[in-house]
């Protein structure tokens, strides 16, 4: 009776119902986690096949030059100075601005491994994103720059206006001197060109920067009655060349192409154009022209008769505006094909008997050369017939700038400024990756843990490596780790031994090891110890009761 009353006020069965829940909560989410993984594991390996390894952002380019005029007395010679910079619209993320970011904000971020390798081979990652500057997002860079000389006389050099037509009652024999429009323009016609000074920069030439500088010095004026007007510079920048869009073995969904045929490009694509014809560039350097057809070097006599503008030492005249060549944009297959499905569907062109077939219009007829055909066979017809043509290379930025010559010694020019798109390495690619790696190095761990806690409990047992005592040991390993039940502390201690330094591994497993040792060893010392108490107690008491009744 005593018993069941202490039973009644003791909070073993309240302690014990809470712990249970507990117990049962803490199962709930680790089965919740255990799924979360899975599912986070398999997006993962889907994003990296469906991810680019680069992302399509916006660079700023600024362009300017400056004058500086001789000084003989400190041996500095006239010069130009041309300089292009650029910056990304969007900040690039890297492992640098990252950590900064993790640093102002409190986010830990992605934590780094702290796993003693000293006895293993190479960390297998990729090597961290740095904080690219503008020079590395191009490949190559030409520069080619020619002088412009023209007369030191204004009236010779200018433009003249056309005289009008007069009535000979009306003419008074004034002045005839002809009329400038602009003292800044110049006819062309009277200038003179300089041989071409070709510079040129690849990337493995130096580190990142955020600018180039070309310093030029202009040859002297062939004459004394010519001077400098200004310097043409004509730019090629070639943008660097990336995995995304080079892609020379089968079909990729991230291959860009472009568009040939003008006829599918007023249809379809309006806003694309087409890129520009290649040109002899040995042509073009033998006749100075851009048609590249006449070989043949032409006098100015000749041009005069043939009625054709050039300068006064017979080359084509110069351009004095700046002029930009954006290349032609770039599609992939998947935009391609959704361009031709929604014209195919807007004119109605499917077989009403076979879905599947299209019956092409004068369009799609001279286009493809074609009266039917599957709509699955579009792509290999648009490649077959050379009506899309796949980009293996970027197209390079071609650039016209004139550096003017100005009054005053180092004046700097308003600088130019345009934005083009380009291609920049992305992190989520790197992150994607270093997630992959370090789940499948949590697997390794526990993987080879387990294959030495074999061989450590076949040591410790005096074992003999034979295929029965290796399965029992195996089949205890696989028990301790798999089942609900306490497993034999040794096992976990092998565990823990057997698993990496500083591991998630090896912790599991000392915490596992001291959680038997106190269940299996202690508890049931502790309990014993319990009962011999219990017993001395009831001894007492008995004693107590037979002191009282005598």
Same mark, same amino acid.
């Given at each position: 009776m005593r018993d069941a009353i202490a039973m009644n006020d003791s909070p073993i069965s309240e302690v014990w119902t809470a712990f249970t829940a507990q117990m049962k909560r803490m199962d709930d989410l680790e089965s919740r986690i255990e799924a979360r993984a899975v599912k986070t594991r398999r997006r993962i390996s889907n994003l990296l096949e469906k991810t680019s390894p680069t992302r399509q952002s916006h660079l700023r380019l600024w362009i300017s030059h400056q004058y500086a005029k001789a000084d003989y007395l400190q041996g500095i010679p006239e010069h130009f100075k041309l300089q292009l910079e650029g910056v990304l619209l969007i900040g690039h993320l890297d492992h640098k601005s990252a950590s900064q970011f993790d640093q102002e904000t409190g986010y830990g971020g992605i934590p780094k491994d702290d796993l003693d390798r000293s006895k293993g081979g190479e960390k297998e990652e990729d090597q961290p994103i740095p904080a690219y500057m503008f020079t590395h997002f191009m490949e190559s860079l030409v520069v080619e720059l020619q002088?412009?000389?023209?007369? *030191?006389?204004?009236?010779?050099?200018?433009?003249?206006?056309?005289?009008? *037509?007069?009535?000979?009652?009306?003419?008074?024999?004034?002045?005839?001197?002809?009329?400038?429009?602009?003292?800044?323009?110049?006819?062309?016609?009277?200038?003179?060109?300089?041989?071409?000074?070709?510079?040129?920069?690849?990337?493995?030439?130096?580190?990142?920067?955020?600018?180039?500088?070309?310093?030029?010095?202009? %040859?002297? =004026?062939?004459?004394?009655?010519?001077?400098?007007?200004? &310097?043409?510079?004509?730019?090629?920048?070639?943008?660097?060349?990336?995995?995304?869009? &080079?892609?020379?073995?089968?079909?990729?969904?991230?291959?860009?192409?472009?568009?040939?045929? =003008?006829?599918?490009?007023?249809?379809?694509?309006?806003?694309?154009?087409?890129?520009?014809?290649?040109?002899?560039?040995?042509?073009?350097?033998?006749?100075?022209?851009?048609?590249?057809?006449?070989?043949?070097?032409?006098? =100015? *006599?000749?041009?005069?008769?043939?009625?054709?503008?050039?300068?006064?030492?017979?080359?084509?005249?110069?351009?004095? #505006?700046?002029?930009?060549?954006?290349?032609?944009?770039?599609?992939?297959?998947?935009?391609?094909?959704?361009?031709?499905?929604?014209?195919?569907?807007?004119?109605?062109?499917? #077989?009403?008997?076979? *879905?599947?077939?299209?019956?092409?219009?004068? &369009?799609?007829?001279?286009?493809?050369?074609?009266?039917?055909?599957?709509?699955?066979?579009?792509?290999?017809?648009?490649?077959?017939?050379?009506?899309?043509?796949?980009?293996?290379?970027?197209?390079?930025?071609?650039?016209?700038?004139?550096?003017?010559?100005?009054?005053?010694?180092?004046?700097?020019?308003? %600088?130019?400024?345009?934005?083009?798109?380009?291609? &920049?390495?992305?992190?989520?690619?790197?992150?994607?990756?270093?997630?992959?790696?370090?789940?499948?190095?949590?697997?390794?761990?526990?993987?080879?843990?387990?294959?030495?806690?074999?061989?450590l409990l076949a040591a410790r047992r005096g074992l003999r490596s034979n295929a029965v005592e290796d399965n029992e040991l195996r089949q205890m390993i696989e028990a301790a780790v798999t089942s609900d039940n306490l497993a034999v502390p040794e096992v976990w201690q092998a565990l823990a031994r057997g698993a990496p330094p500083n591991s998630e591994a090896r912790r599991a497993a000392q915490i596992e090891a001291h959680l038997s040792y106190l269940l299996l060893e202690l508890l049931p010392g502790q309990y014993r110890n319990a009962l011999t108490s219990r017993q001395l107690v009831d001894e007492c008491e008995n004693l107590a009761e037979d002191a009282m009744e005598e």
């Open positions: 002088t412009v000389f023209r007369p *030191k006389n204004p009236v010779t050099a200018a433009i003249q206006q056309p005289k009008k *037509k007069t009535s000979s009652r009306r003419s008074t024999g004034g002045d005839t001197t002809p009329k400038l429009t602009d003292p800044s323009q110049i006819d062309l016609r009277t200038c003179f060109l300089s041989e071409k000074q070709e510079m040129r920069w690849t990337r493995d030439m130096s580190d990142d920067s955020h600018a180039w500088c070309v310093k030029y010095r202009p %040859p002297t =004026p062939p004459d004394t009655d010519l001077e400098i007007h200004s &310097v043409v510079a004509q730019i090629q920048m070639h943008p660097s060349s990336h995995a995304d869009i &080079v892609s020379t073995e089968g079909y990729n969904m991230n291959d860009r192409y472009t568009i040939r045929h =003008p006829l599918l490009v007023n249809h379809m694509f309006p806003h694309h154009g087409t890129p520009e014809q290649d040109v002899d560039e040995e042509a073009i350097e033998k006749d100075g022209a851009t048609s590249g057809t006449d070989s043949t070097p032409v006098t =100015p *006599k000749q041009q005069k008769r043939k009625g054709e503008d050039r300068t006064a030492d017979g080359n084509p005249l110069p351009p004095l #505006d700046n002029e930009l060549h954006f290349p032609p944009p770039t599609l992939t297959m998947s935009q391609i094909i959704m361009a031709f499905y929604v014209y195919i569907n807007d004119k109605n062109l499917m #077989d009403p008997d076979n *879905k599947s077939i299209v019956v092409a219009d004068s &369009v799609l007829q001279e286009v493809l050369g074609l009266e039917r055909f599957p709509f699955s066979q579009l792509q290999t017809t648009l490649l077959q017939k050379q009506v899309i043509v796949k980009v293996t290379k970027p197209y390079p930025l071609k650039i016209t700038y004139i550096l003017l010559k100005k009054m005053g010694d180092g004046e700097e020019m308003l %600088p130019w400024q345009f934005d083009m798109e380009c291609a &920049v390495p992305s992190l989520l690619g790197y992150r994607l990756r270093e997630l992959l790696r370090r789940i499948k190095r949590r697997e390794l761990e526990y993987t080879s843990s387990r294959t030495k806690a074999r061989y």
